[in-house]
């Protein structure tokens, strides 16, 4: 499956509206969608933005998120309670601004690998898609485990920014009181 490119800046993005009665209606095909079909324009990777119909307040986030919040209650979640936990533990932490890139690196990574493996077996019958995903296994831990050390590799760069901004934010503190290190 081929992941298209988000619309570049300045594109015409497609408009979805919310209306106070939570219906949600698409300015392109001129109808009222459901969340499904809003599910299936994010599976499509189609660009679209959604808006309130009243103030235009851009609800694009709070929509993704109320379709995460219905996957995770139908079926096997992706989220386990403890990462849930800690994805809020740091609403509030000094780290909170690097951890939305620090996902965002890590799942772009993840989809990657993912159109790597859809390329490389398309055309595949279920028997061969099996030895296929047999064969690809080291080559999937070989990606994942890249996949890992880049991960590393950004929290240690988050590390180093977090302390850069603590020296630089107590290094103001101790000169407002005149004090140098």
Same mark, same amino acid.
């Given at each position: 499956?081929?992941?298209?490119?988000?619309?570049?800046?300045?594109?015409?993005?497609?408009?979805?509206k919310?209306?106070?009665?939570?219906?949600?209606?698409?300015?392109?095909?001129?109808?009222?969608?459901?969340?499904?079909e809003?599910?299936?324009?994010?599976?499509a990777?189609?660009a679209?933005?959604?808006r309130?119909?009243?103030?235009?307040?851009?609800?694009?986030?709070?929509?993704?998120?109320?379709?995460?919040?219905?996957?995770?209650?139908?079926?096997?979640?992706?989220?386990?309670a403890?990462?849930l936990?800690?994805?809020?533990?740091?609403?509030?932490? +000094?780290?909170? *601004?690097? $951890?939305?890139?620090?996902?965002e690196?890590?799942?772009?990574?993840?989809?990657e690998? @993912? !159109?790597? #493996?859809?390329?490389?077996?398309q055309?595949?019958?279920?028997?061969?898609?099996?030895?296929f995903?047999?064969?690809?296994?080291p +080559?999937?831990? *070989?990606? $994942?485990g890249?996949?890992?050390?880049?991960?590393?590799n950004?929290?240690?760069?988050? @590390? !180093?920014? #977090?302390?850069?901004?603590?020296?630089?934010?107590?290094d103001?503190?101790?000169?407002a009181?005149?004090?140098k290190?």
């Amino acid at each position: 499956m081929p992941t298209k490119k988000p619309a570049e800046p300045g594109a015409s993005l497609r408009v979805i509206k919310k209306y106070p009665n939570r219906r949600l209606y698409d300015t392109d095909r001129s109808t009222y969608i459901t969340l499904a079909e809003v599910k299936r324009l994010v599976m499509a990777s189609e660009a679209f933005v959604v808006r309130d119909a009243k103030t235009g307040e851009d609800l694009t986030r709070s929509v993704l998120l109320q379709i995460i919040l219905e996957e995770e209650a139908n079926g096997a979640p992706i989220f386990t309670a403890p990462v849930l936990a800690g994805v809020i533990r740091f609403y509030g932490h +000094a780290m909170r *601004g690097l $951890m939305g890139g620090y996902l965002e690196k890590n799942i772009q990574s993840l989809i990657e690998v @993912q !159109a790597k #493996l859809a390329e490389q077996s398309q055309g595949l019958s279920p028997e061969m898609w099996t030895q296929f995903m047999s064969m690809q296994a080291p +080559a999937l831990q *070989g990606m $994942m485990g890249a996949n890992a050390d880049q991960s590393a590799n950004l929290f240690a760069q988050m @590390q !180093a920014q #977090l302390q850069a901004q603590m020296r630089q934010q107590t290094d103001q503190l101790l000169g407002a009181f005149g004090v140098k290190r």
